[in-house]
């Protein structure tokens, strides 16, 4: 039996507007909005991204899963894996009943028509649609139209026979799902991470030696990628959640590389190029550039599950510029003189000693990922204004 799926939420907006402002909302962080966003305590000042925080497709996804708890009380109700990469918000959905098909002990394949199941912000393969649609359960699709956006050209690209080029990461779930996309019109994909992929493929585009295509990256294309035959014509797209300025740069390589090999006049036939950054992404990279272009923060502050794309990519770009301390909550905050943090470019948390100034005016540079509520943002602030009340002032 086919499959039942909602795509534009479940008419109950109003009956959870009270439960998400409860669990997600900040006053403190509305007034400091209204502050231009500026906040003074003691010797205390933070200053806040002028974007942050939850995003359009973020709050949409969130409050469909609220909506879905909602309306159907009585049903198992499922989600494929994490909503969003934020455990703080996946905690709660957990709290509320909801399950999670990547947790231990969940079997897909047990899953029928008695069943909803929840698709995430950033979307899930063709493969787990056909499989949810095949078992007949209900689904409610929450996917983000920016991630719609760029499945839009990657089935173009597929259809007019490029292969689509993805700068993003293959272990994530939205880089998954738009390959699948590629597929599905039997199409090709090669996903590069970062410029040094990107160069390497370039490489054989330009001298046309196959040879030279790196093993490693086979992994993170289509089954029986073909570099002599799949790299002729190429059309790019990203995961939405990119540094803006790298995938311009990889864009850019693949042109170059594509007209020393082609020729200006043919480059049209070979090469295709579509800026599939989404917009809150982008306002959020702008936005902390601007911050540190403004003000003189002794430190950035960072706030976002260390598995969210976004926020690692605004955590690089503030760790250009300024000391940064990429937490993934509040409570890695521990004491005037203690962090709990990611380091940039590591995959492991660690303590530092030593962060805030002890003694003199501390200026803070402030901002948070497209997963993470406001709430969250503000217990950082309440924190940093003890730690800063009990340290001495000159
Ligand atoms: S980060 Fe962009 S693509 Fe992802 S959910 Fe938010 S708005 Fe949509």
Redesign the pocket.
Known sequence: MPSLIFRKGLDLKQAVAGMLAENYHSDVIRQIKEQNFTYGSGRLTVYLAKEFGF????DR?VDYAYQTRQRFPDRTVYLTGEI?HNPHVNDKLRAMGIRFLTDEGERFDALGESDVVILP??GVTMEMLQKLDHQGCTLVDTT????LNVWKNVRRYAEQGYTSVIHGKVWHE?TQATASQAVSRGGCFLVVYNDQEAAAVCDVIRTGDASRFPATLLSAASAGFDPARDLARVGLANQ??MLMSESLAIADMFKSAMTERWGTTELASHYQAFDTI????QDRQDAVEQLIREHPVDLMLVIGGYNSS?TANLARICAAARPTYHVADPDCLISADEIRHRPVGTKTEIARLGWLPKSGPVHVGLTSG?STPDNLVGAAIAKLEAFCSTTTTI
């Open positions: 995003c359009y497709g973020v996804a969003i912000a950033f983000c139209g920016s991630v939205e939405t959640t989404c917009s809150a992404t976004n497209a």
